[in-house]
């Protein structure tokens, strides 16, 4: 059955593959919204639901890699299944390259399907999941003030306090006090700890005076 809050996208213009699909895809629990043109599935398109897309490759007004390339820079981050009635070897691995999920061919086996959604699904659970604990890490980073961060910067390159004073032209007790508050605005321990927060949030340490 379909994960609750899961919806599936279907983008097909061939009304007959949309009618198969949708039943196949509500008979088997996914809620499921159906767009016979790219345009309208872009018009409409909300990328904070959860789910997947599944795209016709060959389609009048726009190809399926035309509109995976335009989900791609909206910034939205939709796992992507690709359907055609072409074996076409070359383009399946573009697609795929480009971050499509699954390429199915027509008619669709309901097995085949089936599996492809609950990948997607896989896939875009655990993307959502990294992108809000990113989140959460860039809040807690958006505490710290200018100087606390430029501390921070310091200690991750594996600077003493005295070397961080002299760097930042102040005392070794001001680093103190600025390193602990940094610390615990960040609710971390140790600078083991630091680093491995600082490496998720793309933090890089201070380069060298040297």
């Not at 726009?62 to 359907?83: C, K, M, N, T, V």
């Not at 961080?164 to 390193?179: D, F």
């Amino acid at each position: 059955m379909g994960e609750v809050g899961f919806t599936t996208y279907l983008v097909d213009d061939d009304p007959a593959v949309l009618r198969s699909i949708t039943r196949l895809l509500k008979a088997g629990g996914y809620r499921t919204k159906s767009f016979s043109s790219p345009q309208k599935f872009l018009s409409a398109h909300d990328p904070s639901i959860p789910g997947c897309a599944i795209i016709d490759l060959v389609m009048a007004e726009l190809d399926g890699l035309r509109l995976q390339e335009a989900l791609a820079q909206s910034g939205s981050q939709r796992p992507i299944i690709f359907l055609t009635g072409r074996g076409d070897v070359s383009t399946s691995v573009r697609a795929m390259k480009a971050g499509a999920v699954d390429f199915l061919t027509k008619p669709v086996k309901r097995d085949a399907l089936f599996s492809a959604v609950v990948h997607a699904a896989e896939i875009d659970a655990a993307s959502r999941q990294k992108r809000q604990e990113s989140k959460s890490i860039e809040g807690r980073f958006s505490v710290l003030t200018h100087r606390e961060r430029e501390v921070l910067e310091h200690v991750i390159a594996g600077r003493l306090n005295k070397q961080i004073a002299a760097s930042l032209g102040t005392v070794e007790k001001t680093i103190k006090v600025h390193r602990g508050r940094m610390m615990t605005k960040l609710g971390v321990r140790s600078v083991a700890e630091l680093v491995r927060l600082a490496d998720r949030a793309g933090i890089s340490p201070a380069r060298s005076d040297l």
